[in-house]
């Protein structure tokens, strides 16, 4: 393709007038891109996309939607015991819901999950017990050990690093020549880390079966989207890597899940990585330890609880006939029962010793290690301390 454009060449003064050399010429476009978005169920609950063939299985938009509440209430259970002291910080997902579940409901069985650490709900559809995130947020790492998907990894709170272990691991997978695909998070502030540009970059260069998913919900901490990049989307930082970027509803669990799921059968079959910017909002604050009302705007909140993800899927579930007033109270109830469940499972949990703290650090203890940890044993017990 070219375009015809004025190359100028040089200027001269002569007396008070200026003169300009130039001539128009043609210059040729090597590459051009573009970001597509994908959106199934808009703000309304009204389809503005065909429905995809996974809807078609029985009862599937409601175990999406059944699964999109209970986080809901797990969330607000966990917020509360913060506040009460029974547990840590804790990194809410308020609002994520719709891009959480809809990524982990994509994947399969044997696929890989590299979360950073808010991502309950496709953990939660994953096998991940509820009681384990409350076991990692209340300092215990035992929450890292799940008895489904023990494939998957562990929280990482650093930002960014995560992605790098994702692309890693894709790199076995396909060293291995195993179908699987690996699946990783990251947050929108979290693009502006050298460890994404270096994860994007090794996937592409290897045609790694990973997808990215960036969960833009408009806010790094305190510090708002305008301000972290000039970037018109999120998505396109996947052009400097040669690969796909896509932008998608992220308060759309159907377009979300479809093409996530788009995504990662076109990694399995060998074509490589994708990016996927889901555009979304962080309803609460960042973390427990956040106050986000010191820097967003009322109003700014409010907007965006009139498109927050629950509230379009139950809206097609009732339009279709599939859901009542009485199934969502019955819903409701159920899912503060397993929560509170999930709460006594980890409070009865007995508190691991001092000396485990060493544990699962080396394959094989290095010797002064084993000499700390036998201190720490001595200490905790003449003070009366085993755990």
């Given at each position: 393709?070219y ?5 100028f ?9 200026r003169?300009v ?5 043609l ?5 051009e ?13 009204k389809?503005?996309?065909a429905l995809?063939?996974?809807t078609?299985?029985a ?10 509440t209970?986080?809901?209430v797990f ?10 002291g029974?547990?840590?910080t804790?990194?809410?997902?308020l609002?994520h819901e719709?891009?959480?579940?809809g990524?982990g409901?994509a994947m399969?069985?044997?696929d ?14 994953r ?5 384990n995130?409350l ?8 929450g ?7 494939q ?5 709170v650093?930002i ?8 890693g ?7 291995r020549?195993?179908?699987?695909c ?5 947050g ?5 880390e050298g460890?994404?540009?270096?994860a994007l ?6 045609k790694?079966?990973?997808v990215l ?5 408009q ?10 990049t ?9 052009i400097?890597?040669?690969?796909p ?7 759309d669990?159907?377009?979300v ?5 788009q ?13 996927i ?5 962080r ?10 009302s ?14 927050e993800?629950l ?9 279709t ?6 199934k969502?109270?019955a ?13 006594e499972?980890?409070l009865n ?16 203890m ?12 001595r200490?905790?017990?003449a ?5």
């Open positions: 393709m375009n015809r454009a004025l190359i060449t040089g200027a001269a003064v002569t007396g008070r007038r003169h050399d130039c001539r128009e010429t210059v040729r476009t090597v590459a891109f573009a970001i597509r978005y994908h959106q199934i169920l808009d703000p309304n609950g389809l503005v996309g995809p063939a996974f078609r299985a009862g599937e938009l409601e175990r999406m939607y059944r699964l999109m209970l986080v809901r969330d607000t259970k966990a917020v509360n015991l913060q506040r009460t029974k547990l840590g804790y990194a809410s997902c609002g719709a891009t959480h579940v990524a409901a399969r069985a044997d890989v999950l590299v979360p950073v650490y808010r991502e309950y709900g496709a953990q939660f559809w096998g991940v017990g509820m009681a995130v076991l990692y947020w209340g300092g215990d790492e035992r890292n050990e799940f008895e489904q998907s023990k998957d990894f562990a929280w990482c650093p960014a690093t995560q992605t790098l272990h994702a692309a691991a894709a790199m076995a997978l396909k060293v020549k195993e179908a699987r690996v699946l990783t998070f990251i929108d502030g979290g693009t502006s460890a994404f540009y270096e970059n090794l996937a592409g260069a290897r790694l079966p990973l998913v960036v969960v833009n919900n806010w790094a901490i305190s510090v708002p989207i305008a301000e972290q000039a970037t018109v989307t999120l998505a396109q930082k996947a400097a890597a040669g690969i970027g896509v932008q998608v509803d992220g308060n669990a159907l377009g899940r479809d093409i996530v799921a995504s990662l059968d076109k990694a399995r079959a060998g074509e490589g990585p994708t990016l910017e889901a555009i979304t909002y309803l609460s604050d960042h973390t427990t330890s956040d106050d986000a010191r820097y967003r705007e009322a109003d700014e909140v409010k907007d965006a609880w009139k498109i993800p509230l379009r899927l139950r809206k097609l579930l009732v339009d006939g599939g859901w009542t007033d009485a969502e109270a819903l409701k109830a159920d899912c503060a029962r397993q929560v509170d469940a999930a709460v499972t980890y949990m007995p508190k691991p010793s001092i000396e485990s703290m060493f544990d699962h650090v080396f394959a094989r290095p010797a002064r290690l084993r000499e700390q940890r036998e201190q720490a044993r200490n905790g017990a003070n009366g301390h085993s755990h």
